[in-house]
């Protein structure tokens, strides 16, 4: 404050000539504004923006220091390799906060529970490779969420379970080989999602899912691209151009599993099966032979069913045949019977008499 003024006196000092005071007034001005809006000295304030990306920081500079009316902070191409659980705290104003292309390898769960005015928060290009379900409590604003290019391996239920009003999310660029569409039920009013550049494993897991991206798309959302990686006969294509009733299996695993819910894929069950209680070895074939063995049942079954269908009705038409046949054999011998009786009984009368009256007798016992 005394450097401050001796300063001001310097410029402030010497002629008493009007313009010269009015100068030193708008100094005097000047000085008493960046005091009041002051800046940590790596950030460039402007208004409510402080931008204090590529510096290679490493610790956060000091935030305590910004106006209680920042909207905007930017902190992008640094060092950043974790941050204190208060980093953000009194920070409510933030509207936009940029974190992108650091080191962040995990995050502590209520960091920025303080920022319900957040309507975006960019992690992408982080170390994320796990985040905790309670780290968006609190962002009951959020509407643009970017966690692409980390390492994440799963989006724990429960994460985005108040995020009704996010419209644009990225999870592409990670390691995610399948989703729980729970997780994504919340959001409503999605109408972007970025999925591409992840290692998706199109079988039973990723189902679900599957249906709730085609409930989106049918609102009118986008999303980008779920190439499958796995199984090998469903490599490189897109889950959405793979028809429904290629996962009508996983009904009947689920049912022989007696309703499993989540857990370990049809395959690896399958696997983990036989070892007793060994590692399971995982290779890349594993699955496609598993999806095999889970479509060929089906097809043993319908053969199966084919051929037993097929052998009853030809049983029951046999059945027919040889009844009509005995009957045939039967009614012939009878009626043969009742005709040399009928000649040994009656030797007297005429031939035209017998044959009329063996007739009536034919007719009766037809009807
Ligand atoms: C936040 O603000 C409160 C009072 O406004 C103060 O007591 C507290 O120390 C501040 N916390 C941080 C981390 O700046
Ligand atoms: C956050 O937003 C609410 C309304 O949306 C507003 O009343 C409040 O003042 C905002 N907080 C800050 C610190 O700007
Ligand atoms: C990710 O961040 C690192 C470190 O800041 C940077 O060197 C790299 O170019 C970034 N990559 C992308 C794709 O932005």
């Not at 109408?191 to 798309?217: A, V, Y």
């Not at 890349?284 to 319908?302: F, N, T, W």
Request: aromatic share 6%; glycine share 8%.
């Amino acid at each position: 404050m005394w450097l401050t003024a001796r300063t001001a006196k310097r410029h402030c000092g010497g002629n008493s000539q009007y313009s010269v005071a009015v100068h030193c007034v708008l100094y005097l001005l000047l000085l008493h504004l960046q005091l009041c809006s002051s800046c940590p000295s790596v950030c460039v304030c402007r208004s409510t923006e402080a931008d204090c990306g590529g510096h290679d920081l490493s610790t956060l500079p000091a935030l305590s220091l910004l106006p209680s009316t920042v909207q905007t902070l930017l902190l992008p191409n640094n060092h950043l390799t974790s941050l204190p659980a208060s980093a953000f705290t009194n920070l409510s104003s933030l509207v936009r906060l940029d974190l992108s292309n650091n080191y962040l390898g995990n995050l502590p769960a209520h960091v920025f529970t303080d920022l319900g005015n957040l309507t975006e928060l960019n992690l992408r290009n982080n170390s994320l490779t796990a985040l905790d379900r309670d780290l968006l409590q609190g962002l009951g604003s959020l509407q643009r969420l970017d966690v692409s290019l980390n390492g994440l391996g799963a989006v724990p239920l429960g994460l985005l379970e108040h995020q009704h009003g996010l419209i644009w999310l990225s999870l592409a660029g990670n390691r995610l080989q399948a989703l729980d569409r729970a997780v994504f039920e919340p959001l409503e009013n999605l109408q972007h999602l970025q999925l591409g550049s992840n290692p998706w494993e199109c079988d039973c897991n990723l189902r679900d899912f599957k249906n709730w991206m085609e409930w989106l798309i049918y609102r009118g959302g986008y999303v980008d691209a779920v190439e499958c990686t796995l199984p090998k006969d469903l490599r490189g294509r897109d889950i959405r151009s793979v028809p429904v009733e290629m996962f009508n299996y996983c009904l009947q695993v689920d049912n022989e599993n007696g309703a499993t819910k989540g857990g370990a894929t049809p395959c690896a069950r399958a696997t983990a099966a036989p070892l007793p209680g060994g590692a399971v070895v995982q290779s890349e074939s594993e699955p496609l032979d598993c999806a095999k063995q889970r479509y060929r049942p089906i097809s043993v079954r319908r053969a199966i069913g084919t051929v037993v269908i097929a052998g009853v009705v030809c049983g029951i038409v046999c059945i027919m045949m040889v009844a009509a046949a005995a009957y045939g054999c039967i009614y012939a011998s009878l009626m043969a019977k009742y005709q040399r009786e009928l000649k040994k009984r009656q030797p007297l009368m005429g031939d035209a008499e017998a044959e009329a009256d063996s007739e009536e007798k034919q007719i009766s016992s037809v009807a």
